[in-house]
């Protein structure tokens, strides 16, 4: 079947650290991967994805880029806020139906 | 951007009585929901998808006559847990898909206490 695994955390960085997210897939199949974010308080939002291999998702300073050879799509981002202090889910996708599959989730602090 | 609203956000109810979600699509219209339920430290398990004007598709292993799911119009779907236990407290989350655009949308969640 198809599975996620993300890092587990909970992870701790002071302002302008350098963040990674690990996260490795197994499908059955190509997927499209995803990477969400969770706001205290907030529903899910879509941070970035990417639908094919070596294509890099961006946004708000957060890249990801799909690797078929790793099955990964680590998410990175150069320097982090406080305000991106969150909850981190890394997603798959198959086929056209739009079910997506979750990783249980990483949550990020960041310190000032 | 569009939202996607659940009520209630919390909810504590006895053991045996049905307890009602809803999720609404507040500005855009969705022809198919999702609900999903959360454990603590776990990921979001997939629990049915909902279909305007249409049964529910639900996935292996969940009960469709304990979670009830409705979804009467393009812009409501309502997921009832019927007869709740202490087992069925969790964190549920709906997500809804635009008709026009196809993008996906999260709710809140919802979190159930049974005692």
């Known amino acids: 079947g198809n599975s996620v695994t993300q890092m587990e955390g909970p992870v701790t960085l002071s302002e302008e650290a350098f963040l990674t997210i690990n996260c490795t897939y197994t499908?059955?199949?190509?997927?499209?991967l995803f990477w969400y974010v969770q706001y205290p308080g907030e529903g899910l939002q879509l941070l970035l994805k990417?639908?094919?291999?070596?294509d890099k998702g961006s946004n708000k300073g957060f890249e990801a880029t799909y690797r078929k050879e790793t099955t990964s799509f680590h998410l990175e981002k150069g320097s982090v806020q406080v305000s991106d202090s969150a909850v981190y889910f890394c997603?798959?996708?198959?086929?056209?139906?739009?079910?997506?599959?979750f990783g249980k989730g990483t949550l990020l602090t960041v310190n000032p | 951007g569009a939202v996607v609203s659940q009520h209630p956000s919390w909810v504590i109810c006895k053991s045996g009585t049905s307890v009602k979600i809803e999720c609404r699509s507040l500005d855009f219209q969705a022809t198919t929901m999702f609900w999903y339920r959360q454990f603590p430290k776990q990921s979001l398990m997939l629990m049915a998808t909902?279909?305007?004007?249409?049964?529910?598709?639900?996935e292996q292993g969940v009960e469709k006559d304990k979670f009830l799911i409705n979804h009467a119009s393009l812009t409501l779907s309502t997921l009832t847990v019927t007869s709740a236990h202490p087992e069925d407290s969790s964190f549920y989350i709906c997500s809804a898909r635009d008709r026009v655009s196809g993008e996906l949308f999260f709710g809140e969640g919802s979190r159930l206490t049974v005692l």
């Open positions: 990417a639908t094919k291999a070596d």
């Open positions: 909902s279909n305007e004007g249409s049964k529910a598709t639900y």
């Open positions: 997603a798959l996708q198959l086929g056209s139906n739009y079910k997506l599959t």
């Open positions: 499908a059955t199949g190509y997927p499209s």
